[in-house]
Structures are given as structure tokens and as C-alpha cells.
């Protein structure tokens, strides 16, 4: 069954399996102390949802923030990344033990997993992290993520866990995610403007949906804003996986949000498979490709970078990594793994294949991204 709309996300027919996002700023109170009766309302509501046939994977931020409050560190414990990884430390066993007795209470038990942006990027930690899960979830437990926030540094993390849920929710097999926020979903414009309308539903992120996400939405405690919330989005909609962000403020915010249908739901746009999502939402794009026309419409229609349509190339990078190709306006039209390093690429761009092999000094490979390794965004 299709996911169409809010209520489906709490149908088993049509969400098997869930994420559930829940923001540092809906868990922890302005007095840095764990909103304990909030919480008991989501957890009674986890349980519902169990007891109805749904899997449950939390994805919980809030460790940054309940940790700094118990080291009395100043602006939240973001002041500086060492700050964040010691708060994160101390944070994130309190959050823990909070969920795994809430959960209890209800007789479920709590499963702990904390990854890093390295460990998704990678295919086979994240194949790793996806049987876990798998294992979890088929065992009866509820898996809640963070991202070790203690040891990732600052380049390579996901640094909000909104984009961490989608990877999360590719990883688990999930249907849907639900981001638990404190804005109440996307709208049209500044939501502080009196006549921004809230969107209830999004079929494909574009430009124009993009150029809605005003950075001014964060809240402040957690990190991510309308625009981490929006690559999410696209992640899961390629992965065919549909997403919402809804206010999570209220108690029992899952039941409230739906029966009043407020938030804005991503509907998925394609089912990319298994290894093709996981291409398609990797993060840690390390250069650009820089094509022409030709070579853009020849994407399009399925086929493989070949050097003679590359006109410029960004970034360093080595054979393997992921990098974007971007038409001439510099929008980014795919991403995929670079089957040459940057020199070699800035050596033959613009080469036909005859010419290649002199410069190379060996016998060029068919692409510079073969289409198999190659995704549409
Ligand atoms: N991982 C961070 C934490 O637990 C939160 C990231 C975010 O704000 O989205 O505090």
C-alpha cells in the first residue's frame, strides 16, 4: 500500500517498519533535565505501534544538549567541537538509560547503536549496520541511533541527525521516517511571515521547494534546520521511502499530528535499489565533474561519463570516491564513483578515446563513471 498521506505512516498496511526522529529541543527542556512526561506520551505511543504490528527505530538527538547542562558548558556545549564530543560523552549514556527505561515499561527492550558518517558511506560497514538492525528489529527490540558524536570529527559527520535518519532508514528497510520537530512542517515562505501556508504534501524536492527552506528555521538546540530536513528528504524519496516532518511540541505528538494532519509529507518519487540508494545518498561527495550538454542529456538517458564531455574538473580526488556531475550552470545532475583519480581525469577531459592512451600510458577504462556506479538525483 501507498503512503500518501500523514495517517498512513501509522498504518502497519502501509508503514511496516518507521523511523522516528526525535530533536534535541523536544527531549531536553530549557533546563537541560530530560522532558520526562513528553516523553512517556511518545513512548506510550511507540508502544501502540508496536502492539499494532509496526517496527520502531528511534534515531535520538539530545545527547549534545543533556550533557552540556550536566558539565554547566556554555552555548549549549557547541562552543567548539571538543566541547560538543565531551557533552556528547556524557550525554548520550543518560539518554540511553532514559530510553531503555521508558521503553521497559512497557516491556520493550532497548538496543543502542551509535555510527558515524563513515560508517554509512562505507558499502560494507553499512551493509553491517543494516543487518544489525535487520536482526534487532526481527528480535523484537527497538534499535536507537545517534551518531557517535564523541569520536567523529568534524568533516566527516553527519552533525544533525535529520540526513542520519534517512541513511538510518535506508539501512533498516524502513517505509517511512517521521522527523519529530519543533517546526510545525515546511511552508511556503518564511513561516514568520503571516501569509506563509504550510505545504501538506511534496512530490519531488526541486528548486523551487528548496528555495522555500529558510536557514532562520533551526531552533537552536539541536543542528539541523529546514535545509538538513530538505536533503533528507531527497535521500529517502529516491530510496522510496517517504518522509515527515511534523511538530513533535505536543503531547503524545505522533497521534496529535496525524489526527490534526499538520506536517509536511515527502512522498517517495522511485525506488532506487539497495545499492544505488545507498550510492544515491552518500554524503561525502569529494569533487566535481564539470559536463556538457551532450554529455548531460546522454546521463539523462542512461548512459556513462565518458571523458570527451567532461569540461572541467573540481576537487581532489582518488579512484572510488563519490563525485557530483554538475551541468554548465553548476547543478549537480548525478553522483557516482570516479573510476580515475582527479589528475588522471583533468589529464584526458575532453579526450576522445583514441587520444587517451598517450596521456594516460596505459589503455583508458570504457568511463570516467561507469553508469552501473552512476546515479540521477
Ligand atoms: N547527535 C546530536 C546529539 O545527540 C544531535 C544532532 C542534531 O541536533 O540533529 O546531541
Known amino acids: 500500500m501507498a503512503i500518501l498521506q500523514l495517517d498512513d505512516l501509522i498504518d502497519p498496511a502501509a508503514t511496516k517498519r518507521l523511523v522516528i526522529k526525535v530533536g534535541s529541543a523536544l527531549l531536553v527542556g530549557d533546563d537541560g533535565q530530560p522532558r520526562h512526561a513528553w516523553l512517556a506520551g511518545l513512548v506510550e505511543e511507540i508502544a501502540a505501534m508496536r502492539a499494532r504490528g509496526q517496527q520502531v527505530v528511534i534515531v535520538s538527538s539530545g545527547a549534545i544538549a543533556l550533557g552540556a547542562a550536566r558539565m554547566g558548558l556554555a552555548k549549549g556545549g557547541r562552543a567548539s567541537l571538543a566541547d560538543a564530543q565531551a557533552a556528547a560523552s556524557v550525554g548520550q549514556i543518560a539518554l540511553a538509560g532514559l530510553w531503555s527505561a521508558l521503553l521497559q515499561g512497557h516491556g520493550l527492550g532497548a538496543a543502542q547503536m551509535l555510527v558515524t558518517l563513515g560508517d554509512l558511506e562505507d558499502r560494507r560497514r553499512y551493509l553491517n549496520a543494516a543487518s544489525t538492525l535487520g536482526r534487532l528489529l526481527e528480535a523484537g527490540f527497538v534499535p536507537v541511533v545517534n551518531e557517535n558524536d564523541s ?17 538510518v532508514a535506508q539501512a533498516a528497510g524502513a517505509d517511512a521516517v517521521m522527523l519529530l520537530s519543533d517546526v510545525d512542517g515546511l511552508y511556503d515562505r518564511n513561516p514568520a511571515d503571516p501569509a506563509a501556508v504550510m505545504l501538506p504534501h511534496v512530490d519531488g524536492v526541486t528548486d523551487a521547494i528548496r528555495a522555500m527552506a529558510d536557514a532562520g528555521s533551526a531552533s537552536g538546540m539541536g543542528s539541523g534546520g529546514m535545509v538538513s530536513k530538505l536533503q533528507a528528504a531527497e535521500i529517502a524519496e ?25 506536517g509536511t509529507l515527502f512522498r517517495p518519487q522511485r525506488r532506487d535499489a539497495g545499492r544505488k540508494a545507498w550510492l544515491g545518498g552518500r554524503l561525502d561527495v569529494r569533487g566535481r565533474l564539470i559536463v556538457d550538454d551532450g554529455c548531460s542529456a546522454a546521463l539523462l538517458a542512461g548512459s ?14 582518488a579512484r572510488g ?3 557530483a556531475v554538475c551541468n554548465g550552470a553548476g547543478k549537480a545532475m548525478a553522483q557516482g564513483l570516479a573510476e580515475y583519480s582527479a589528475a588522471e581525469c583533468r589529464e584526458i577531459m575532453g579526450l576522445r578515446e583514441a587520444d587517451q592512451q598517450d596521456r594516460l600510458g596505459y589503455a583508458p577504462r570504457p568511463a570516467v563513471i561507469h553508469r552501473d556506479h552512476l546515479v540521477i538525483l
Open 304 to 317: 556513462s561519463v565518458l571523458a570527451p564531455g567532461i569540461s572541467s574538473v573540481e576537487g581532489d580526488f
Open 151 to 167: 569520536v567523529a570529527t568534524e568533516e566527516i559527520r553527519f552533525g544533525d541527525n535529520d540526513r542520519l535518519a534517512a541513511r
Open 321 to 323: 570516491d563519490v563525485v
Open 238 to 262: 529516491r530510496a522510496g521511502i517517504a518522509l515527515a516532518i511534523v511538530n513533535g511540541s505536543r503531547d503524545h505528538p505522533i497521534g496529535t499530528a496525524v489526527s490534526q494532519s499538520r
